[in-house]
């Protein structure tokens, strides 16, 4: 008696659960949250550039 990797059949399943998770997803909704997500990156690395400037400003001022 021959033994079988397991590492197929544990692969097979990973594969069965994803796709089953993907074919549920409502694609509308994840590009509506990638396209919030990146207008709130792009803002918030506007107010950490903006925060920079002004404490380089003040810095400049004391000295």
């Known amino acids: 008696m021959q033994l079988k990797p397991q590492l197929t059949e ?3 399943s990973i594969y069965l ?3 089953i ?4 997803i409502d694609y509308s ?10 207008i709130g990156g792009v ?4 107010v950490k550039i903006s925060g ?9 001022r004391k000295k």
Not at 21 to 24: E, I, Y
Not at 43 to 46: A, F, L, Q
Not at 52 to 60: A, N, P, T, Y
């Open 52 to 60: 920079e400037m002004v404490i380089e400003k003040l810095k400049r």
């Open 10 to 12: 544990v692969g097979s």
């Open 17 to 19: 659960t994803a796709s």
């Open 43 to 46: 803002i918030w690395v506007g």
């Open 29 to 38: 909704s994840v590009v509506e949250y990638a396209i919030k997500a990146l």
């Open 21 to 24: 998770m993907l074919a549920s």
